[in-house]
């Protein structure tokens, strides 16, 4: 399994759950420390994990190719690919965003993903059911004020997961979608500075999700937005 924003709230306890169902989980993360203690997590309750350093705002698609290509050296194939990388430096109005930001926060949230999805479907095939998972935000938050280029993006990823699926259908790669409720991370302590919904949890109670729909019993989630009871 592949997981990308490895060392982020939901990424981390997601390679963790993978890990202790039995699954070698290739961590893919941007900052070396905090891949290190992932590394170590997922190690002490599981098959040995792989790690991965990678810039997805620097990586152009021939990096991709390359990680696809030692992850097909290192593994022979790749059984699922969850997408937990986020890119959101705080609520802006769009008119007052500046360029290089808003061009960032789509590429990272949007673009890159997609670029990796490309480079790994042919990995992908090789295994007899695979699955392609993006974490997704509520859209009727995300598309309100001052969400700016993750907001954008997260539209982009949602209308990709019917694309993506009405494409693969008949192959052996699912795609589908998580939209889990609202969790205690970083990125939603940049947008609440004083959270008091009630409905926020750990993001370890959605990780379970993750690994259902990467399992063969995600395929009843295929072409699907999921949204897990918390």
Request: proline letters at 8%.
């Amino acid at each position: 399994m592949l997981v990308t924003g490895a060392h982020g709230g939901l990424g981390s306890a997601a390679a963790r759950a993978c890990a202790e169902a039995g699954a070698t989980v290739v961590l893919l993360g941007r900052k070396l420390p905090k891949l290190n203690r992932v590394y170590d997590a997922v190690a002490a309750v599981g098959p040995e994990p792989l790690l991965y350093p990678f810039d997805l705002e620097g990586a152009v698609p021939d990096d991709h190719a390359e990680l696809a290509a030692r992850i097909e050296s290192e593994l022979g194939r790749l059984d699922g690919l969850l997408h937990c990388v986020a890119e959101f430096r705080g609520l802006t109005p769009l008119p007052q965003t500046d360029p290089a930001q808003l061009a960032r926060a789509i590429h990272v949230n949007l673009t890159a993903p997609l670029w990796l999805t490309q480079a790994c479907l042919p990995v992908l095939s090789k295994a007899a059911d695979a699955a392609v998972v993006f974490t997704l935000d509520a859209p009727e938050r995300v598309g309100g004020a001052y969400w700016g280029g993750y907001g954008l993006a997260q539209h982009g990823l949602a209308a990709a997961v019917g694309m993506l699926h009405h494409e693969l259908i008949g192959s052996n790669v699912r795609v589908s979608g998580l939209r889990p409720g609202p969790m205690r991370t970083p990125l939603r302590s940049r947008a609440y500075a004083d959270d008091s919904d009630p409905r926020t949890r750990d993001p370890a109670v959605y990780a379970p999700a993750c690994v259902t729909l990467l399992s063969t019993r995600g395929s009843v989630h295929r072409g699907h937005v999921w949204s897990p009871p918390a």
